[in-house]
């Protein structure tokens, strides 16, 4: 008998035309199921949180994926930010997320019917 109890599925909400979860390991595509189901450690400042979505998800419509507000339109999630100092602001919050290292999100998401 397992003495764990079973965990209960979480829903969380994705637009239908972001890409599937890739594989662990495998690089970044935009889905968007890691921001979306708890904040990074950048995101628990930036959303004051350290569970559910995070603030700086953000859509992109033109390229159909989700990206990091932090490091693609800072200003856009903290206005008070000099505009001298976004472009250092980008680069720690790429290093912060691990942009372009790959999924490390070991979590099974699955499309709704």
Not at 20 to 27: E, R
Not at 49 to 63: E, K, N, S, V, Y
Not at 87 to 111: H, N, Q, V
Request: proline share 11%.
């Amino acid at each position: 008998m397992n003495s764990h109890p079973r965990a209960t599925p979480r829903v969380i909400r994705l637009r239908s035309e972001a890409p599937p979860m890739p594989a662990i390991g495998q690089p970044c595509n935009g889905c968007g199921v890691c921001c979306a189901w708890a904040p990074c450690p950048l995101g628990i400042v930036v959303s004051g949180r350290r569970q559910g979505r995070c603030r700086a998800l953000r859509w992109d419509a033109a390229q159909r994926l989700y990206r990091c507000a932090m490091v693609s339109q800072p200003r856009r999630v903290w206005p008070w930010w000099p505009r001298w100092a976004e472009p250092a602001l980008r680069r720690l919050a790429a290093r912060w997320i691990w942009a372009a290292s790959g999924c490390d999100a070991d979590l099974a998401a699955e499309r709704a019917a």
